[in-house]
């Protein structure tokens, strides 16, 4: 139904900045909440932040609530993540997701998003 594409993962310093993004295609971006999520070598895919349709609402996990945000653009079908002040622990593969938004849903479970990108590396070195 709809086909997302991550970019802007890179290699980056203990401290610093990157931007990753997620253009989508296929479909009508503003019918779909979105979500980030991680996953680094030997551990579980987690979750990282979401957004609603509109962007009324956001998510995140705890350990990234203030050095992340997450936001969109959906005259653009865009999503993006920017994150502030990295640390080595952030270093991992992270995906952007889809699904259609609709009452009840909860926006920071994996099991909800059935459309997924490829994901993109994020190294942070110290």
């Known amino acids: 139904q709809v086909q997302l594409v991550e970019s802007g993962g890179g290699l980056v310093q203990a401290g610093g900045s990157l931007r990753v993004s997620c253009a989508a295609s296929g479909s009508t971006f503003s019918a779909y909440a979105m979500g980030w999520f991680r996953q680094a070598p030997g551990k579980e895919r987690e979750f990282v932040a979401a957004i609603s349709r509109y962007g009324s609402r956001t998510y995140y996990l705890d350990s990234v609530k203030g050095r992340f945000t997450i936001s969109r653009d959906n005259a653009k079908s865009t999503m993006a993540l920017q994150m502030n002040s990295l640390k080595p622990e952030d270093t991992a593969v992270y995906y952007c997701?889809?699904?259609?938004?609709?009452?009840?849903?909860?926006?920071?479970?994996?099991?909800?998003?059935?459309?997924w990108g490829q994901g993109t590396q994020v190294t942070v070195s110290s």
């Open positions: 997701a889809a699904k259609w938004e609709n009452s009840g849903t909860v926006l920071t479970k994996e099991q909800e998003y059935p459309y």
